[in-house]
T-cell receptor, first 116, second 110 residues
Framework: EAQVTQNPRYLITVTGKKLTVTCSQN?????MSWYRQDPGLGLRQIYY???????DKGDVPEGYKVSRKEKRNFPLILESPSPNQTSLYFC???????????????FGPGTRLTVL | EDQVTQSPEALRLQEGESSSLNCSYT??????LFWYRQDPGKGPEFLFT???AGEEKEKERLKATLTKKESFLHITAPKPEDSATYLC???????????FGRGTSLIVHP
């Protein structure tokens, strides 16, 4: 089954404790991205990756890091989480056939993060 | 700065009662306008991409249309399973980063 998986699905942590949210896709997609979704603000892109070893900032990259060492994996790293990073996080991927189709994305099920 | 405004925020319909959702946008050179459906507790699911004014796309009871300032998602004879939040996003020329609206929450009562 074609899918994007994220782990963990739920996480409660404390301020300053480094954490990693994993994302993996089994569709051989080149493009992957991370979003956060907050009430009243909608989805906002954190980082994206056009391919292995190619990453770039989205609209809200502060406080986050990513890496793309393999095509299928795109982990999101919070080195020193703070309460304002409490949010619902989504990983997404696509196989673009043109410049516009990058945003025809498959989304993962989400990771709900709470930072105390 | 790209902007996307969706209206209404919430919409309640009776089964079979057709209606439309609106997505107004301002963007510097539209590269694409995207519609997604999001069910509670799940990630968004891609529905349509529209590229230029006058374009229309259909899928089952959904039809998306595009003008130079807005897009409509028409829902014909909706069923309870169409209940979801519908998200609109735009991509402007020269950027890969999409700008999403806040969504319209649709509830269809049997």
């Amino acid at each position: 089954e074609a899918q994007v998986t994220q782990n963990p699905r739920y996480l409660i942590t404390v301020t300053g404790k480094k954490l990693t949210v994993t994302c993996s896709q089994n569709m051989n997609h080149e493009y992957m991205s991370w979003y956060r979704q907050d009430p009243g603000l909608g989805l906002r892109q954190i980082y994206y990756s056009m391919n292995v070893e190619v990453t770039d900032k989205g609209d809200v990259p502060e406080g986050y890091k990513v890496s793309r060492k393999e095509k299928r994996n795109f982990p999101l790293i919070l080195e020193s989480p703070s309460p304002n990073q409490t949010s619902l996080y989504f990983c997404a991927s696509s196989f673009p056939s043109g410049v516009s189709s990058y945003n025809e994305q498959f989304f993962g099920p989400g990771t709900r993060l709470t930072v105390l | 700065e790209d902007q996307v405004t969706q209206s209404p925020e919430a919409l309640r319909l009776q089964e079979g009662e057709s209606s439309s959702l609106n997505c107004s946008y301002t963007v510097s050179g539209l590269r694409g306008l995207f519609w997604y459906r999001q069910d509670p507790g799940k990630g968004p699911e891609f529905l349509f991409t529209l590229y230029s004014a006058g374009e229309e796309k259909e899928k089952e009871r959904l039809k998306a249309t595009l003008t130079k300032k807005e897009s409509f998602l028409h829902i014909t004879a909706p069923k309870p399973e169409d209940s979801a939040t519908y998200l609109c996003a735009v991509q402007s020329g020269g950027s890969y980063i999409p700008t999403f609206g806040r969504g319209t929450s649709l509830i269809v009562h049997p």
